[in-house]
């Protein structure tokens, strides 16, 4: 990276953009509390994030906690994925047994084995579309979106050749059943607020 006298930074001659610059562009920007900010094929996505979302995201992790130890469930912590600039800072991450961190400190993909998204407005279209894809060339095994505004969860799993093959919609108040995955329990919607 180069400085300029100004200050300004500016990638290295190869002109190559990589995510760590792009955190960092992201770090030194005056982000407001509440926000969510991830990368997605390289563009970078800030939203809100609404007291719905927190609810479901918290009624989540406490079911997850009943079988996983804290260490094991992440929440808004940068993971990159397959594909281009993909670094997701998903809402519920869920990690296999003994994950080990890669040369920067972050978590690695490869140890993933549960990502549920709570769908906000502005980016929606992300968790339906590229962060899923990313998600199953990842072969994360399984995916789970949840949105509050049509109050319905989307369960994807058995990723193969960069798509998941299993795919399931239903309510809230409709159990999502996962005892046939790796995850191994059965979630209640039940007190999913809508938005």
Not at 26 to 52: C, H, L, R, S, T
Not at 84 to 103: I, P, Q
Not at 106 to 115: A, H, I, M, N, P
Request: glycine share 10%.
């Amino acid at each position: 990276m180069t400085v300029l006298d100004d200050g300004t930074e500016m990638a290295d001659s190869s002109g190559e953009l990589t995510l760590d610059m792009m955190f960092e562009w992201v770090e030194a920007m005056p982000v407001p509390g509440g926000y969510k900010v991830e990368i997605v094929g390289g563009n970078i996505f800030m939203a809100p994030q609404q007291d719905a979302h927190w609810d479901i995201i918290a009624n989540i992790v406490e079911q997850l906690r009943t079988k996983y130890p804290r260490k094991r469930v992440k929440s808004d912590v940068r993971v990159d994925y397959p594909g281009h600039l993909n670094g997701f800072a998903s809402d519920v991450t869920v990690l296999t047994e003994g994950a080990a961190k890669n040369d920067k400190g972050l978590c690695r993909y490869q140890d993933v084995e549960f990502v549920a998204e709570v769908i906000s407005r502005k980016t929606a279209a992300n968790d339906y579309g590229p962060k899923k894809d990313a998600y199953a060339a990842a072969e994360v095994p399984v995916y789970l979106i949840v949105d509050p505004y049509t109050g319905r969860w989307h369960l994807h799993t058995k990723p193969k050749d960069g798509e998941y093959r299993g795919e399931l919609s239903l309510d809230f108040g409709d159990d999502v059943d996962l005892t046939g995955t790796v995850v191994g329990l059965v979630l209640k919607t039940g007190e999913f607020p809508r938005d």
